[in-house]
Antibody, heavy 119, light 110 residues
Framework: QVTLKESGPALVKPTQTLTLTCTFS??????????VGWIRQPPGKGLEWLAR???????FYSTSLKTRLTISKDTSKNQVVLTMTNMDPVDTATYYCGRVAVGLNFDSWGQGALVTVSS | QTVVTQEPSFSVSPGGTVTLTCGLS?????????PSWYQQTPGQAPRTLIY???TRSSGVPDRFSGSILGNKAALTITGAQADDESDYYC??????????FGGGTKLTVL
């Protein structure tokens, strides 16, 4: 059974750096074809794709956010970490991680973590 | 920058059929974009419905189907039920390895 869970601060101040961790089980990110991605959803708004990391350490970022995002993995801990710099109140959102299947769709999702940016 | 387009809202009668679409601000959607569809109800994580254009995810009722219609990806719900009232999002795999979500369609069943 594949499970994913996001963790990180619920509140960050403007200009701070957000660090979110996705801890997963049921698969290994060192196995060929495995991928994990991050998505966010501001309150009352739609989904936004943020970043993806692949089993071979290839990394892909949203065009509009790539200067602020870094994604990394720790295969020994079954974790993927997303950092976002220079946080702003508009970055207030629920952040989800998900496993990305061979078809490049998300096939399993975490429960989401609400992050509020406020001074 | 390319935008993925979806109808903001749609309404369907119980038992009716509705087709939601997923297009591009520039160009046509084809199977190479590996379109996938997700259903989301308030307060819940998205649920994967369709991937690789037309493959139903495990446990998804066969009243949900995916296709390419003209220059767009499409999600068709045949025999809509009250609990199909949700937000629906498409996801496209773009050149360069990134993906983009559409803005979502709020489906009302009434």
């Amino acid at each position: 059974q594949v499970t994913l869970k996001e963790s990180g601060p619920a509140l960050v101040k403007p200009t701070q750096t957000l660090t979110l961790t996705c801890t997963f089980s049921g698969f290994s990110l060192s196995s060929s074809g495995m991928r994990v991605g991050w998505i966010r959803q501001p309150p009352g708004k739609g989904l936004e794709w943020l970043a993806r990391i692949d089993w071979d350490d290839d990394k892909f970022y949203s065009t509009s956010l790539k200067t602020r995002l870094t994604i990394s993995k720790d295969t020994s801990k079954n974790q993927v970490v997303l950092t976002m710099t220079n946080m702003d109140p508009v970055d207030t959102a629920t952040y989800y991680c998900g496993r990305v299947a061979v078809g490049l769709n998300f096939d399993s999702w975490g429960q989401g973590a609400l992050v509020t940016v406020s001074s | 920058q390319t935008v993925v387009t979806q109808e903001p809202s749609f309404s369907v009668s119980p038992g009716g059929t509705v087709t939601l679409t997923c297009g591009l601000s520039s160009g046509s959607v084809s199977t190479s974009y590996s379109p996938s569809w997700y259903q989301q109800t308030p307060g819940q994580a998205p649920r994967t419905l369709i991937y690789s254009t037309n493959t139903r995810s495990s446990g998804v009722p066969d009243r949900f189907s995916g296709s390419i219609l003209g220059n767009k990806a499409a999600l068709t719900i045949t025999g809509a039920q009250a609990d199909d009232e949700s937000d629906y999002y498409c996801l496209l795999y773009m050149t360069g390895g990134i993906s983009l979500f559409g803005g979502g369609t709020k489906l009302t069943v009434l």
